[in-house]
């Protein structure tokens, strides 16, 4: 898993972790040496002693690194305005493995937002991952969850693993295809 091109860390300060593709959370100690394999949607892939982890993006301090800012809505925010947003916070989430976002990786079946009697909204997400055994699935409906939370107007969040129908690399955008290979 380790690249040339990756990036020398040294953590700056003890930081929990999620071993991938397990999904077990560790704590990894302040002065622990390793490489950024992935820095995408403001979570990162850390090369280990043998090891990869993910390390949440509100934690990018403990690499040195800047947590990415909650996305900003314009005042009046039209349905339009706020489906594009969700979309974009969608597409900032990363499988841990593979440098792909989960939209164009086919993982999300259905997005449903709606208005609550007070103006707010709620969003209702159902996906599915590459492979049901994977252990980063409950790390990744927290990623997508968190950052639907944080959009202003936003009330309630609901994401809900299914697998049915089971997911396929035909499900893939065609660049998503394209950049893995998996072009047919």
């Known amino acids: ?22 999904g077990e959370t560790v704590q ?7 490489y950024i394999t992935q820095a ?9 002693d043998g ?8 934690d ?6 800047e947590p990415v800012p909650a996305p900003e ?10 489906e594009q947003i969700v979309q974009a916070q969608m597409r900032s989430c990363y499988d841990p493995e593979i440098p792909i976002n989960i939209v164009d990786l086919g993982l999300i079946y259905r997005c449903e937002i709606s208005r609550n009697s007070d103006g707010s909204r709620a969003i209702e997400v159902d996906m599915t991952l590459t492979a049901p055994g994977c252990g980063m699935g409950e790390i990744l409906v927290h990623d997508v969850q968190s ?26 955008s065609d660049e998503a295809r394209l950049q893995t290979g998996m072009m047919y």
């Open 51 to 58: 090891n990869l982890f993910r390390i949440s993006g509100i």
């Open 73 to 82: 809505v314009p005042e009046n925010a039209s349905d339009a305005d706020i």
């Open 1 to 22: 898993m380790f690249h040339p091109d990756s990036e020398p860390v040294s953590l700056r300060r003890d930081v929990d972790a999620v071993i991938i593709p397990a």
């Open 60 to 65: 990018a301090d403990a690499l040195g690194k």
């Open 40 to 48: 995408l949607g403001g979570s990162f892939t850390v090369f280990i």
């Open 28 to 34: 990894l100690h302040e002065g622990t040496d390793g």
């Open 147 to 172: 950052k639907l939370a944080i959009i202003p107007t936003v009330a309630s969040v609901k994401v809900e693993l299914v697998f049915d129908p089971p997911w396929n690399h035909s499900m893939m």
